[in-house]
């Protein structure tokens, strides 16, 4: 219990420190959500969305898994894009995933066992559909993190053919997907140029930001 102690005492030096910062936060935050992002992103502990972005609580709303995938038959993160879309109006929704990532690499090692397999099978679906490619990338650490990058880009259009996207550019509202990807190494983001704003653009943006992951010649994380 030593080490959960540690965590409450944390909690409450930082409640104490938002207070003294700004004395009406709280009441703010518990009268109103009203997030202007909606934020996909991996599980990893190192990534934490509102950190990176330099926003408070409230101002990003999050849903995070292994490897930041948007599959439709997942209705928690179906939920959570409807969710953000129709009751908080939502306009920006960011898929961020990072160099390195462990789901990832095991996807591309085949090396998980149990449940977690089944899930990262998704990944391996990308993998497969850009074989060539990645077989022609000789360092293994570039190859992760093409497919990182090209993860991104899937789930990208993943996002764009909810029911939930359809229907808020069926009905001409605001909304555009964005894909980053996060380094590790110095803590930046960076766009992958694959912001969609209406259905028409979802294949065109998408194939550009896939030729670009080809053609690239220096990664991000350097």
């Not at 259009?157 to 590790?184: F, M, Q």
Request: with cysteine; aromatic share 8%.
């Amino acid at each position: 219990m030593g080490n959960l102690n540690t965590l409450f005492e944390n909690n409450k030096n930082w409640s104490q420190q938002i207070q003294l910062d700004d004395p009406q936060f709280f009441t703010r935050l518990a009268n109103q959500q009203n997030p202007k992002y909606l934020w996909i992103g991996c599980s990893d502990s190192r990534v934490p969305a509102n950190e990176l972005v330099g926003l408070m609580p409230g101002e990003v709303f999050v849903h995070r898994n292994v490897a930041n995938l948007v599959n439709h038959t997942d209705f928690n993160c179906l939920s959570v894009i409807q969710y953000a879309i129709e009751a908080l109006k939502i306009e920006e929704i960011i898929v961020c995933g990072h160099y390195r990532c462990g789901g990832i690499h095991e996807a591309m090692e085949n090396s998980c066992k149990g449940l977690v397999n089944n899930w990262l099978r998704h990944v391996q679906d990308i993998e497969f559909l850009h074989k060539s490619f990645l077989e022609s990338v000789d360092d293994q650490t570039e190859k992760y993190d093409r497919l990182c990058e090209l993860n991104i880009i899937e789930q990208v259009r993943n996002v764009c053919r909810t029911t939930p996207a359809g229907s808020a550019w069926d009905e001409e509202k605001s909304l555009t997907v964005h894909g980053w990807i996060y380094n590790l190494s110095n803590g930046l983001l960076h766009d992958l140029g694959v912001s969609v704003s209406g259905k028409e653009e979802i294949m065109p943006v998408t194939d550009r930001g896939i030729e670009a992951v080809y053609a690239r010649k220096e990664r991000f994380h350097g």
